[in-house]
T-cell receptor, first 113, second 114 residues
Framework: DAKTTQPPSMDCAEGRAANLPCNHS???????VYWYRQIHSQGPQYIIH???NNETNEMASLIITEDRKSSTLILPHATLRDTAVYYC??????????????FGQGTTLQVKP | EAQVTQNPRYLITVTGKKLTVTCSQN?????MSWYRQDPGLGLRQIYY???????DKGDVPEGYKVSRKEKRNFPLILESPSPNQTSLYFC?????????????FGPGTRLTVL
């Protein structure tokens, strides 16, 4: 699975959009980009995933560059409850995959009042 | 409510005293997995199970055992716990349809081995 690089920490004002970048320059054509977050030692929570196209759900949007070497997770209106560690994970899907998620160090997002 | 439950949530024990951490999911998921989380090392997979009676080692299986006799349960067994197994443990599950789109994690079990 491709390695990802994320900034260790970011701040965001409450109510503003939080844009969390992730670099995955060695991503392969069949690797998906996943985002999970972990709020203060709770179990990680799935946010969103995508392959090539931009994706949006009720929690966030995922913007993947055309060359797929980087992506951005967007929380459109960050709240204090969004303060968490955000993990960008790149992995292959398919029958040969074990389902293992490789968590890096992630980005600690601090949402401030 | 769809969820993964773990018990106990907190446990303090002594070296060598066998213990079991239970994990149960109510979503009829085929895939289940155990992770441990340690400061500076992130989450690392211990064992996983693709379905009933099918288990395999993850990255850090030493000192652990698992079983999958029923689809909903995936207990983690420490036959002879040691202090280096002090950690935060998470169980996860997902549906296996060729993809693992969304994995659901339990609330965690904080284990201290003295």
């Amino acid at each position: 699975d491709a390695k990802t690089t994320q900034p260790p920490s970011m701040d965001c004002a409450e109510g503003r959009a939080a844009n969390l970048p992730c670099n995955h320059s060695t991503i392969s054509g069949n690797e998906y980009v996943y985002w999970y977050r972990q709020i203060h030692s709770q179990g990680p929570q799935y946010i969103i995933h995508g392959l090539k196209n931009n994706e949006t759900n009720e929690m966030a949007s995922l913007i993947i560059t055309e060359d797929r070497k980087s992506s951005t997770l967007i929380l459109p209106h960050a709240t204090l409850r969004d303060t968490a560690v955000y993990y960008c994970i790149v992995r292959v899907e398919g029958s040969s995959n074990t389902g293992k998620l490789i968590f890096g160090q992630g980005t600690t997002l601090q949402v401030k009042p | 409510e769809a969820q993964v439950t773990q018990n106990p949530r907190y446990l303090i024990t002594v070296t060598g005293k066998k213990l079991t951490v239970t994990c149960s999911q109510n979503m009829n998921h085929e895939y289940m997995s155990w992770y441990r989380q340690d400061p500076g090392l992130g989450l690392r997979q211990i064992y996983y199970s693709m379905n009933v009676e099918v288990t395999d080692k993850g990255d850090v299986p030493e000192g652990y055992k698992v079983s999958r006799k029923e689809k909903r349960n995936f207990p983690l067994i420490l036959e002879s716990p040691s202090p280096n197994q002090t950690s935060l443990y998470f169980c996860a599950s997902s549906s296996w349809t060729g993809n693992y789109n969304e994995q659901f994690f339990g609330p965690g079990t904080r284990l201290t081995v003295l």
